[in-house]
């Protein structure tokens, strides 16, 4: 069983960076894909980043490609999402998956631990 706590969101403006944090319990979080999915009121909850275990592999939504990154630390069983150039349309709450699988993927049904999320609001 793997538990995984988000941190990180808070008002931001447009334009500006947040990085968001995914700290995993476990001795094996090593072996876990991880993403991030994001949900804005009203809508389905949508794939926005993905690791593989070892962080060789990463994958983006369109939406964030090259203003976004994510990346992993397994020493402190921890994965991030940087992002930069934030936009109105980027505010949701940001929810943070594992997979028991070693690979990314952007469907969220490959995923099998999820967090509370937190919170992201790009307003000025």
């Known amino acids: 069983q793997v538990q995984v706590v988000e941190s990180g969101g808070r008002l931001v403006q447009p334009g500006g960076s947040l990085r968001l944090s995914c700290e995993a319990s476990?001795?094996?979080?090593?072996?876990?894909?991880m993403g991030w999915f994001r949900q804005a009121p009203g809508k389905e909850r949508e794939f926005v980043a993905s690791?593989?275990?070892?962080?060789?592999?990463?994958l983006y939504a369109d939406s964030v490609k090259g203003r976004f990154t994510i990346y992993r630390d397994n020493a402190e069983n921890t994965v991030y999402l940087q992002m930069n150039s934030l936009k109105p349309e980027d505010t949701a709450t940001y929810y943070c998956a594992g997979s028991r699988a070693r690979r990314a993927y952007h469907d969220r049904y490959e995923y099998d631990y999820w967090g509370q999320g937190t919170q992201v609001t790009v307003s000025s």
């Open positions: 476990g001795r094996t979080f090593g072996w876990y894909g």
């Open positions: 690791i593989s275990s070892n962080g060789d592999t990463t």
